[in-house]
T-cell receptor, first 115, second 111 residues
């Protein structure tokens, strides 16, 4: 069965600094890949997704992610973090192994932003 | 276009009480899901539905039940609340391209 690992539980960066959040997946083929963001007290919002083609994907709010097949990774990046980016970020893959059609989520990375 | 709407946003239950978490969507999604979110654990699938009249268990179904009489509504029922059900619950619908649309969540505390 496929799985998603987000190695960093909590990351703190200074405002204006660059950001990279790590995501590794386990799946025999190239999966669809997603990043979601959850602001405090809110539901999850799609940041970006990868289906095929160009391995560098642009999303909303200035985020991008790069798919690297050789590393089974789909890391999320932002060149300059804003205080409003403080949130929890989830990487996800579809559940190809069952009929549920759902997404399997990583455990999340909480981002704190220092002024 | 409201998307996926959950009610209530907050609720405190006593052990043994029952309640229904409401979820309604106006995006015509066939696939609907209930997840629970616990700190540091990500989201776990409770139940799902692939269309009206069809529901099935997810990863953590014990203590919950669902129904799907219409495409729009997918309520989650807790019959005998237990402290282990203290969590944040999210309803989601899946659109084209497997993009999930989430409600804003229900924060439930069982005391």
């Amino acid at each position: 069965a496929q799985s998603v690992t987000q190695p960093d539980i909590h990351i703190t960066v200074s405002e204006g600094a660059s950001l990279e959040l790590r995501c590794n997946y386990s799946y025999g083929a190239t999966p669809y890949l997603f990043w979601y963001v959850q602001s405090p007290g809110q539901g999850l919002q799609l940041l970006l997704k990868y289906f095929s083609g160009d391995t560098l994907v642009q999303g909303i709010k200035g985020f991008e992610a790069e798919f690297k097949r050789s590393q089974s990774s789909f890391n999320l990046r932002k060149p300059s973090v804003h205080w409003s980016d403080a949130a929890e970020y989830f990487c996800a893959v579809p559940n190809y192994g069952g009929s549920q059609g759902n997404l399997i989520f990583g455990k999340g990375t909480k981002l704190s932003v220092k002024p | 276009n409201a998307g996926v709407t959950q009610t209530p946003k907050f609720r405190i239950l006593k052990i043994g009480q029952s309640m229904t978490l409401q979820c309604t969507q106006d995006m015509n999604h066939n696939y609907m899901y209930w997840y629970r979110q616990d700190p540091g654990m990500g989201l776990k699938l409770i139940y799902y539905s692939v269309g009206a009249g069809i529901t099935d268990k997810g990863e953590v179904p014990n203590g919950y039940n669902v129904s799907r009489s219409t495409t729009e509504d997918f309520p989650l029922r807790l019959e005998l609340a237990a402290p282990s059900q203290t969590s944040v619950y999210f309803c989601a619908g899946f659109g084209q391209g497997t993009e999930a649309f989430f409600g804003q969540g229900t924060r439930l505390t069982v005391v």
